[in-house]
């Protein structure tokens, strides 16, 4: 058989996994159909791997591929168009396999980073087994995964940067809210020794209902990234939700929306002793209200290296169905640190709020 990079013959190595074909010139092997899994995990094992770093927000290179000018590869053993696949749809290693033999051409070097992208550190792999039987409680006070729930609000490249409804005066009671969140965070960082008995006296815990977590909860963040995001959202569609309501109504609402997004997760976790913190509860209630009060508006995303403008009602549908979605998968508190069920009570709550003060507004105006 010829190299499909460089058409040299092959020459066969066996290995303890497997016998595959390898070009002498530029190192690349052929692996028949389903060899290239067992030597990629027997390759992983070695000491001469490491761990392959995957970045949450690393564009894929898929989509590029097409605009790659080189010869086309066969494949050596029957002469089918060999046709380029990202392994492990976001790995970004893209191999070569042919539709007809399903065999896989991986080019020097690439079979390395295959079984860097499969050996995972300890700990990866403890989280992920204690994941698929639903037992492990996440612990942000240990693990930098506290802020995964930033990316419950920014989908990965898609980050909203601004609406198309300016606000009619100045949002003051927004802009306290962001203050105070900030303010509390710095206090977390700058004033707060054992941040462990502090999150868990101060965030929501379901087991201790009725406690001051309940309120204190919703201006507390566990990370910086989860603050920076949800003060995003916030100062995106509180602005608009503020012009509807009187100041004091505004920061009433959204308090009331934060202990409805508290008491629905505490609902459906009632017996959980992780604690709870972070502004998403109430924030939900205002991109509810923002989604009753301005259907027709759309939303400026940053999509990868260009925006994009898409209507409200796509962007935050689309936001609300995926908490419905994950709210099911990870239903128990002990297996995702992402309090769904507290985004949909407190996006539900926004909705029904709005849509009774919109109503009750139309009626006076029809009255008028």
């Not at 692996?31 to 001469?48: I, P, V, Y």
């Not at 392994?87 to 396999?97: E, V």
Request: charge should be neutral.
């Amino acid at each position: 058989m010829k190299c499909p990079f460089c058409s040299k013959q092959l020459k066969q190595v066996k290995s303890k996994s497997a016998v595959v074909d390898v070009c002498p010139d530029c190192g690349g092997i052929w692996f028949d159909s389903g060899e290239l899994a067992d030597f990629a995990n027997a390759l992983s094992q070695s000491e001469k791997i490491t761990a392959r770093g995957r970045k949450s927000l690393e564009q894929k290179k898929g989509k590029s591929l097409f605009k790659i000018n080189e010869k086309v590869r066969v494949c050596p053993k029957c002469n089918t168009e060999l046709s380029k696949f990202n392994y492990a749809s976001d790995s970004n290693i893209i191999l070569d396999k042919c539709t007809g033999c399903g065999g896989i051409w991986a080019d020097g070097g690439e079979v390395q980073h295959v079984a860097g992208y499969l050996k995972e550190d300890p700990r990866t792999t403890a989280v992920g087994r204690n994941i698929a039987e639903l037992t492990l409680a996440f612990d942000a006070s240990d693990s930098d995964e506290s802020a995964l729930s930033y990316f419950m609000f920014f989908p990965r490249f898609v980050i909203p940067l601004s609406d198309d409804i300016p606000y009619e005066r100045f949002p003051f009671a927004t802009v306290s809210l962001i203050a105070l969140c900030v303010l509390a965070f710095l206090g977390q960082v700058f004033l707060v020794t054992d941040i462990e008995s502090f999150v868990k006296n101060f965030g929501f815990v379901p087991a201790r209902f009725f406690g001051v977590g309940l309120l204190s909860s919703m201006f507390l963040h566990g990370s910086f990234l989860h603050l920076f995001g949800n003060m995003l959202f916030l100062w995106i569609f509180g602005d608009n939700v503020e012009d509807r309501f009187s100041r004091r109504g505004y920061v009433i609402f959204c308090l009331c929306g934060g202990l409805c997004a508290s008491i629905l997760h505490g609902i459906f976790n009632p017996g959980s002793v992780v604690p709870v913190v972070g502004a998403s509860g109430f924030i939900s209630a205002v991109m509810g209200a923002y989604l009753v009060f301005y259907p027709e508006a759309n939303i400026t995303l940053l999509c990868f290296y260009r925006t994009i403008e898409v209507p409200v009602v796509m962007y935050l549908g689309g936001w609300f169905f995926l908490q419905l979605t994950a709210s099911f998968l990870f239903k128990d508190a002990y297996v995702s640190n992402v309090a769904w069920f507290a985004h949909i009570g407190g996006f539900a709550f926004g909705a029904v709020v709005a849509f009774f003060k919109k109503r009750a507004v139309s009626i006076i105006e029809e009255v008028r």
